[in-house]
């Protein structure tokens, strides 16, 4: 059975454009971040995770459902990417997300996994499933989260990581 602990909690008091949890402890099986964010200032809903100040690229698969019509992207990108609460949205509304990160302490390659809907409920919602693959045998130590195309992720979004111990 896996246990959750949370290792830490930010919950923004003014608008920022990313958030970086830090120091991450190498003592857990696998990460998992949950989210609510909003993003404004933006042309989109999208927000970035880039895992150790990641600079090279990631191979990506990402699905996203709109209504009844859904796309289908896969290639390399020098980010993972999922969905947030966007200005133009309903008031208020946060985009929820949870970003997976598996066997983050290997030396083998990590596998990145995110869920998320940018909470679009005026209109429609959307949903992303995107996986990533990095080829890395590096431990990740540091995760930022960031407004993608220079937004800002505005007060009031809410960011949980929790630390898996798989038994």
């Known amino acids: 059975?896996?246990?959750?602990?949370?290792?830490?909690?930010?919950?923004?008091?003014?608008?920022?454009?990313?958030v970086t949890f830090t120091s991450i402890p190498?003592?857990?099986?696998d990460?998992?971040?949950t989210?609510?964010?909003?993003?404004?200032?933006?042309a989109t809903d999208v927000f970035s995770v880039k895992p150790n100040g990641q600079?090279?690229?990631?191979a990506t698969v990402n699905v996203q459902g709109?209504?009844?019509?859904?796309?289908?992207?896969?290639?390399?990108?020098?980010?993972?990417?999922?969905?947030?609460?966007?200005?133009?949205?309903?008031?208020?509304a946060l985009g929820n997300a949870s970003i997976y990160f598996f066997n983050y302490t290997s030396s083998l390659d990590k596998t990145?996994?995110?869920?998320?809907?940018p909470g679009n409920f005026a209109t429609a919602t959307r949903i992303f499933l995107t996986n990533g693959y990095w080829s890395t045998s590096s431990a990740i130590t540091s995760i930022e989260i960031a407004a993608f195309e220079s937004g800002?992720?505005?007060?009031?979004?809410?960011?949980?990581?929790?630390?898996?111990?798989?038994?």
């Open 112 to 117: 990145i996994s995110i869920d998320s809907s």
């Open 1 to 18: 059975m896996a246990t959750y602990n949370l290792i830490e909690s930010k919950v923004l008091a003014s608008d920022i454009a990313s």
């Open 31 to 33: 990460l998992l971040i």
């Open 66 to 92: 709109y209504g009844n019509n859904s796309t289908v992207y896969s290639g390399s990108t020098s980010l993972i990417a999922g969905g947030a609460g966007a200005s133009g949205y309903s008031t208020n």
């Open 55 to 58: 600079t090279g690229t990631f």
């Open 35 to 42: 989210c609510g964010l909003r993003i404004d200032g933006t």
């Open 152 to 167: 800002t992720l505005k007060v009031g979004s809410k960011l949980y990581l929790y630390g898996i111990k798989n038994s």
């Open 26 to 29: 190498q003592t857990y099986t």
